[in-house]
């Protein structure tokens, strides 16, 4: 059933202390308009089993933020299976996605098996309008999202029983349309919903020059992991196989990836030792300049994003509640810049960086604590936690449900 304007539910959560914020129906805000003169945005979801939010925030110039909306996705979220139950539901990144040029959100709904897509309103990015109905993921429990550069194409991850890939052409006005030549198969042994972390998808992005799509692959220890590669044909159809790239000696539990500028290189989480470096330079697997660098006392580094000001890689640890700077230099060498402890048990999971003005400012959402953390990126080796934004207690007073345990996603969007 197509998902109408009167169905999606629209909360407004201000950031100060108020009496009550009730849910209603519409598109609209409760009460007086905040306009947001950035024009930026982040996002994140509830992922709740009775049915799926997006959670929208307002950047403001100084790169703070203050929850603005909850919009149903029209598809239902799920938690993996794990002992014992805790944050990371999905055992991935990039569960929310936005693309600046076809100003378009994308969400998995891990429980129905469907991928929804929302219009970005640029000048008042925290507006979302659904487009089209949540389309099949080709798969069961979809996890991961991707666009490719131009943002005309998305792909889904799958990690249940039924994984692999499938990929979209992104139409804004009509929505989601199932590319043919691009339902890929993983071929591994899971279970829907699917049973991790170890030996768990993890996440899906596109190399830099959009010619290969790359999904992460956890091992289950003492058996490495690996990265599934496919190539991206002109026709936006992909290889039918693809080719497998195991992590350097060390490397165990590929998670987040992120693409290293201008190096055909990956940095991935790893959430084993710490984190691996890939070079994919001329499809060389294994390459001399692959490499696995240790982060000492890590718990488990699954998530990371890039800063374009700081030049250096930003790491999250849900178990340290950590975040690890990394610095990888043009012979792709990584080292450790600075670590930033952040709430003891705080649940430091998805993360991502957006530029407002000409400062990088972190978004990690906290699953443990309910809340978002906002770190200023001020250079190399300079970061400092400048907020900490509560979900609980809005979410509460509007009649929202959020549990700490489904928690999952960010990702930033700033118009051009």
Request: hydrophobic share 40%.
């Amino acid at each position: 059933m197509k998902l109408s304007t009167s169905s999606v539910i629209a909360v407004i959560f201000l950031a100060s202390t108020v009496s009550s914020a009730p849910l209603f129906p519409g598109n609209g805000f409760l009460g007086k308009r905040a306009t947001n003169s950035t024009a930026a945005a982040a996002y994140f979801m509830t992922n709740e089993p009775s049915g799926n939010f997006v959670i929208t925030m307002n950047i403001g110039s100084d790169g703070k933020v203050s929850l603005a909306n909850a919009v149903a996705t029209g598809g239902q979220g799920a938690h993996g299976i794990t002992s014992p139950n805790g944050p990371d539901p999905l055992f991935s990144q990039g569960a929310v996605k936005a693309s600046p040029n076809a100003k378009v959100l994308a969400v998995v709904n891990a429980g129905s098996n469907t991928v929804s897509a929302f219009s970005i309103n640029p000048s008042q990015p925290s507006d979302l309008t659904p487009v089209g109905n949540p389309v099949p993921s080709g798969g069961d429990f979809p996890m991961s999202l991707a666009f490719n550069a131009q943002g005309n194409m998305l792909c889904a991850l799958n990690g249940g029983q039924v994984n692999g890939v499938n990929c979209y052409k992104v139409d804004p006005q009509n929505g989601l349309q199932a590319i043919n030549g691009t339902l890929r198969a993983l071929g591994l042994n899971q279970t829907t919903p699917a049973t991790g972390p170890a030996g768990s998808t993890s996440h899906l992005v596109f190399s830099e020059d959009g010619k290969q799509l790359v999904a992460s692959i956890k091992g289950t220890p003492p058996t490495p992991g690996f990265l599934a590669v496919w190539n991206v044909n002109q026709d936006n159809t992909l290889s039918p196989d693809f080719t497998r790239v195991a992590p350097a000696t060390g490397g165990l539990l590929p998670f987040s990836m992120t693409v290293i500028p201008g190096k055909n290189a990956i940095l991935a989480t790893d959430a084993g030792v710490g984190f691996d470096i890939f070079d994919m330079s001329g499809g060389a697997q294994n390459s001399s300049k692959s490499s696995v660098v240790p982060i000492q006392g890590q718990g488990a580094t699954c998530w990371s994003s890039f800063s374009q000001q700081t030049g250096n890689f930003y790491l999250t640890d849900i178990k340290t509640s950590i975040v690890t700077e990394v610095n990888v230099d043009n012979n792709l060498k990584g080292t450790i810049v600075k670590q930033y402890p952040q709430a003891s048990n705080s649940g430091t999971i998805d993360n991502d960086v957006a530029t407002i003005g000409a400062k990088d400012f972190m978004y990690v959402l906290t699953a443990n604590a309910s809340a978002v953390n906002v770190l200023s990126l001020n250079g190399p080796g300079q970061a400092q936690t400048i907020q900490t934004l509560d979900i609980a207690g809005p979410a509460k007073r509007a009649g929202l449900t959020t549990n700490p345990n489904n928690l999952q996603g960010m990702t930033a969007f700033v118009s051009k």
